[in-house]
């Protein structure tokens, strides 16, 4: 059997863009370097912040999918991975077009008809996700997007300069804060599943989102589920090396026949 090369999408959470993924990427790299990492932007923030956002996630992955799909060759083994409200939407993609991805990777997502609304977003952190949407302070709102995604001491002082930064480059406007907010929070599954291999990742400690919804979602879907024990809704920023090998030791269990 021909063995096939290995591709990874990698889509930042909602209100988020290729620049937030911090060392992360370069781990994965230095785990997979066999494979290629795409790092993708949703319209209305990232390379395409200037775009207004669609506020459904079907447009949005309509968008992407235009914009990525030269690089989606069927013949090779495609995994698409993103974190939090982005995993609906790649959940929605592999729904949708169903010959683009081999696999799924979600790291603490939450969708409207599994979860309870208490669950998706946790009742402590409400005030602050509100304030998240109204102010227009760069910085203050970095800050509170750092504090309730993070469970590690001292992030606040390492990302904070390096996010007010990516947001003066490219500034993420309110409205399409909103709009990709709204989408995610709205939308339904009614009852569709991706019908792929599935890798569900959470964290027991995230403030955030309740473990719960990922309990719920493998309920749902299947595949296989890993926990973080300590580490909060972002994943990635708190603990980017073990992610990084629980991603390479997925794909390799899984798709043991791509070119090295």
Known sequence: ??????????????????GHWGDFVNLLESQLPEAKIHLMDLPG?????????????KRMVDF???????????????????????GVLATEWTINYKNDFDGLIMVNSSFKGICSINERANKSVRSDM???????????????IININS?????????????????KKRKMSRINIFRQTLAGMRYNLNGKKP???????????????????????HDHFGGDLIWHPTSGHGLPLDEPEWLSKIVSNWCRERFNNYKK
């Open 151 to 167: 469970n590690k001491p001292g992030m606040v002082d390492k990302l904070l300069n390096p996010w007010v930064l990516i947001q």
């Open 195 to 217: 019908e792929i291999p599935i890798l569900i990742v959470g964290s027991k400690g995230d403030r955030m989102v309740s473990p719960s919804c990922t309990e719920k979602i």
């Open 1 to 18: 059997m021909e063995k096939k090369r290995l591709n990874i999408y990698l889509i930042r959470g909602l209100t988020r863009e290729s």
């Open 64 to 86: 992407m999918r235009k914009e990525a799909i030269d690089s989606i060759n069927p013949e090779e083994h495609n995994i698409i991975f993103a974190t939090s409200l982005a």
């Open 45 to 57: 923030a990232g390379i395409y912040h200037k775009t207004k956002a669609p506020n459904s996630f």
């Open 130 to 144: 509100l304030k998240i949407l109204l102010t227009n302070n760069i910085k203050r709102r970095e800050r509170l």
